[in-house]
T-cell receptor, first 108, second 114 residues
Framework: DAKTTQPPSMDCAEGRAANLPCNHS???????VYWYRQIHSQGPQYIIH???NNETNEMASLIITEDRKSSTLILPHATLRDTAVYYC?????????FGTGTRLQVFP | DAGVIQSPRHEVTEMGQEVTLRCKPI?????LFWYRQTMMRGLELLIY????????DSGMPEDRFSAKMPNASFSTLKIQPSEPRDSAVYFC????????????FGDGTRLSIL
């Protein structure tokens, strides 16, 4: 599975959009981009995933560049409860390989 | 729907004791994964099963660790004998077949070996 690179930390004001970037320049054509988050001491929580097209669900939007080398997770209106570590993972097999993720701090 | 259920939530035991962690996957899911999380190493995949059969155990740290899945609704992860460096949070996750299927995680077992 391709390696992903994320900034170690980001801040966001409550109510504003949080845009979390992920670089996956070596991603192969059959690998999905998955996003999970982990709120302190809880199990990772699935957010969204995509292959080529942009995706949206009730939690977030996923924007994948046309060359698929990078993506952005968008939380449209961040709340304090969105403070967590966000993981971007390229998935080509059954396994999830977690990196170090981005620690998002939402402040009032 | 019930999610992935892990027990116990917390375990504190002395070095050398046997530890058994339990997991009940979501009904209908045919993949089950065991992960370990520490500050130093982050989230690591230990082993995973498909249709109750171990597929990849390359992440199991050493022979002191063993995992079984006797049926589709139950799995165990055992550590014998336990050591202080085994202290971590252990997560179980399950999913259906297919790369388009997300994994669903339990709340984890926080293990402390004294």
């Amino acid at each position: 599975d391709a390696k992903t690179t994320q900034p170690p930390s980001m801040d966001c004001a409550e109510g504003r959009a949080a845009n979390l970037p992920c670089n996956h320049s070596t991603i192969s054509g059959n690998e999905y981009v998955y996003w999970y988050r982990q709120i302190h001491s809880q199990g990772p929580q699935y957010i969204i995933h995509g292959l080529k097209n942009n995706e949206t669900n009730e939690m977030a939007s996923l924007i994948i560049t046309e060359d698929r080398k990078s993506s952005t997770l968008i939380l449209p209106h961040a709340t304090l409860r969105d403070t967590a570590v966000y993981y971007c993972i390229a998935v080509g097999t059954d396994k999830l390989i977690f990196g170090t993720g981005t620690r998002l701090q939402v402040f009032p | 729907d019930a999610g992935v259920i892990q027990s116990p939530r917390h375990e504190v035991t002395e070095m050398g004791q046997e530890v058994t962690l339990r997991c009940k996957p979501i009904s209908g899911h045919d993949y089950l994964f065991w992960y370990r999380q520490t500050m130093m190493r982050g989230l690591e995949l230990l082993i995973y099963f498909n249709n109750n059969v171990p597929i990849d155990d390359s992440g199991m740290p050493e022979d002191r660790f063993s995992a079984k899945m006797p049926n589709a609704s139950f799995s165990t992860l055992k550590i014998q004998p336990s050591e202080p460096r085994d202290s971590a949070v252990y997560f179980c996750a399950s999913t259906k077949t297919g790369r388009n299927q997300p994994q669903h995680f339990g709340d984890g077992t926080r293990l402390s070996i004294l």
